[in-house]
């Protein structure tokens, strides 16, 4: 069975510093899709990333980076040059890697991230 | 382009009603997603579509709950007889035809029941 664990329920972090929000998963299946979601008070999911399991570099989407580490099924977000406007919930979630035939996203239980100036 | 739409975005009722959500996705989306999320937690899977096809079902999708997405456009989302137990954000995201393409989220809908 696929899981996700977000050990961090909360982070602070100081205005343009850089911040590390941890992701474990657990999985079976050889191929598989790591997604990484931000969720501000107002309750929309907000996609920030994405790392497939054959991807050999790591992602990166602005000042979004993703430190994916398959051996020791890890993918932790790095967010750089925080902002005020970055204070949410953070999200890990695991699916099917691009080009599979399964659908669900499997989500973590969240890091509730705040930055303070 | 317009996002993922969801209507209503708040939703308070008695238990025992019943509700009905309405979810419009992404225009050339193929695959639209029925997920529910509870206070302190990550949203989970309840169901979702490819075009008018219902593909898979959660075991949480008790038999109070059914969706449908006629014609492979909108869907709805129906919980019979609500119980308090049925509190929660109800989130739609939709995704292009490939699987494991990114789902893309609405803004939710929240149900209180009373």
């Known amino acids: 069975a696929q899981k996700i664990t977000q050990t961090q329920p909360g982070m602070f972090v100081q205005e343009k510093e850089a911040v590390t929000l941890d992701c474990t998963y657990d999985t079976s299946d050889p191929s598989y899709g790591l997604f990484w979601y931000k969720q501000p008070s107002s309750g929309e999911m907000i996609f920030l990333i994405y790392q497939g399991s054959y991807d050999q570099q790591n992602a990166t989407e602005g000042r979004y980076s993703l430190n994916f580490q398959k051996a020791r099924k890890s993918a932790n977000l790095v967010i750089s040059a925080s902002q005020l406007g970055d204070s949410a919930m953070y999200f890990c979630?695991?699916?099917?890697?691009?080009?599979?035939?399964?659908?669900?996203?499997?989500f973590g239980r969240g890091t509730q991230l705040t930055v303070w100036p | 382009d317009t996002g993922v739409s969801q209507d209503p975005r708040h939703k308070i009722t008695k238990r025992g009603q019943n509700v009905t959500f309405r979810c419009d996705p992404i225009?050339?989306?193929?695959?639209l997603y029925w997920y529910r999320q509870t206070l302190g937690q990550g949203p989970e899977f309840l169901t979702y579509?490819?075009?008018?096809?219902?593909?898979?079902k959660s075991r949480l999708l008790s038999d109070r709950f059914s969706a449908e997405r006629p014609k492979g456009s909108f869907s709805t989302l129906e919980i019979q007889r609500t119980e308090q137990g049925d509190s929660a954000m109800y989130l739609c995201a939709s995704s292009p035809r490939v699987s494991g393409e990114t789902q893309y989220f609405g803004p939710g809908t929240r149900l209180l029941v009373l």
């Open positions: 225009s050339e989306h193929n695959r």
């Open positions: 979630a695991m699916g099917a890697d691009r080009g599979s035939t399964l659908g669900r996203l499997y």
């Open positions: 579509f490819q075009n008018e096809a219902q593909l898979e």
